[in-house]
């Protein structure tokens, strides 16, 4: 028997964390945004291809953190802020013709962990 269900509803917000703004214009600005709950623990990786790749207990990422030859560790051990945010602001380099890919994992929710794959940005030059 089943005596009670309960059912979490998931923030919307949550399931889009990692924003990209700016241009993409070679020597102009661009900014990276991480969002999250104060205290939430992640990752951004970056990659010039994607690929589908499942990784165990968290699920599908559009970035293959395998491939060496293609991965940008941007940051490893980041902390969201009292804030609910992070930025980066950096200029856009000149290469042509090359897409960099953005790709976040958020730890939220401690004490109880919950791994969560941000949505995929990408920046064209």
Sequence with gaps: NVDEVLLTAR????SAPLILSGASTPGQVSTLTI?????????????TAVS????????????DITNAA???????DGVVPATGGLSWSFVAPSLPGVTVHF????????PFPNDLISNLVSLSL
């Design 11 to 14: 923030d919307i917000a949550r």
């Design 103 to 110: 790709q976040a994992v958020l730890r939220t929710g401690l």
């Design 70 to 76: 293609t991965l940008i560790p941007i940051v490893l």
């Design 52 to 63: 589908a790749t499942h990784y165990d207990g968290i699920g599908t990422a559009s970035i």
């Design 35 to 47: 969002q999250g709950d104060p205290g939430d623990q992640f990752v951004i990786v970056a990659a």
